[in-house]
């Protein structure tokens, strides 16, 4: 074993020291093994809301209009909603709600991801990024429809064709504008990149027909703030088999929530 002298030793750990300043934070998640001087930066979140109550009761009666019809006791319980099991509640957490109606029933779920990088030369936003990165891809939004405002306004959103589905019902079908004129440029409601919701945003959506009794469609929100990765998922699936479940309130509405869990982070 190479001796080395003791001055030199604690001249070299000086000057680390020294270099990694800017860099100090709370040794929670930090990269075992390492100094912390040469550890990339933590994410800004080192901890998770309870996903049970990051939604106001009155949001929550937004987006779960049956729940209204039914004894107070049972509207309690669905208010409640159910916590996601995970392994690591620092790491990940989830909750969700189902109403039931005569007209068809709702449901909606949150997850939120908080992402840890143990790679010292990788932080934890970048880390995230990765991991957003993937959902992204895996969505596969269609490559004209990558901006919400790319203005071309033609297009059907994604059908699923699930559990043995019959021929897929329609999609997306792009809406006129506010003011309903007949020039009224159409708005694009087909799965999309997100432009103004955190650091990075994309909206999914697909019908789902199971057999030629029954469909629903989902609207998934999913952003990127810092280190952490929110997925929103909402359905609606309507009691009638001919009713195509409304594309532009489920986004207007998945998008208003995700926007709401935004400003929480935020706080």
């Not at 933590?42 to 009666?61: I, N």
């Not at 999609?171 to 990075?200: F, I, K, N």
Request: aromatic share 4%; hydrophobic share 35%.
């Amino acid at each position: 074993m190479a001796y080395v002298p003791g001055a030199v030793l604690i001249a070299a750990l000086v000057a680390g020291c020294s270099a990694g300043g800017e860099g100090d934070a709370s040794t929670t998640d930090s990269k075992p093994g390492t100094l912390a001087a040469s550890a990339a930066p933590p994410g800004k979140y080192r901890t998770l809301p309870e996903p049970c109550r990051a939604l106001s009761l009155s949001t929550l009666k937004d987006l779960l209009p049956g729940a209204a019809q039914l004894p107070e006791v049972q509207q309690e319980k669905v208010y409640e909603g159910t916590p996601a099991g995970t392994f690591d509640t620092d790491r990940r957490v989830g909750c969700a709600w189902k109403s039931d109606a005569p007209e068809g029933s709702r449901s909606l779920s949150v997850d939120f991801e908080r992402v840890v990088s143990y790679d010292p030369a990788v932080s934890d936003d970048d880390r995230a990024r990765e991991v957003y990165a993937k959902k992204e891809s895996a969505a596969d939004l269609p490559a004209s429809g990558l901006s919400a405002d790319s203005g071309d306004g033609g297009g059907d959103a994604k059908d699923g064709a699930k559990d043995g589905a019959a021929s897929p019902g329609p999609g997306v079908t792009p809406s006129a504008g506010a003011d309903g004129g007949a020039g009224a440029p159409a708005e694009d409601l087909r799965p999309r990149v997100l432009d103004s919701l955190g650091d990075s945003a994309f909206l999914d959506d697909a019908l789902t027909r199971a057999g030629s009794t029954a469909q629903h469609r989902t609207v998934s929100v999913v952003f990127r703030t810092s280190n952490v990765i929110v997925t929103i998922a909402y359905t609606v699936q309507p009691a009638l088999p001919t009713e195509v479940p409304d594309s532009k309130e489920l986004q207007d509405k998945a998008q208003a929530l995700g926007q709401k869990l935004v400003d929480r982070f935020s706080e």
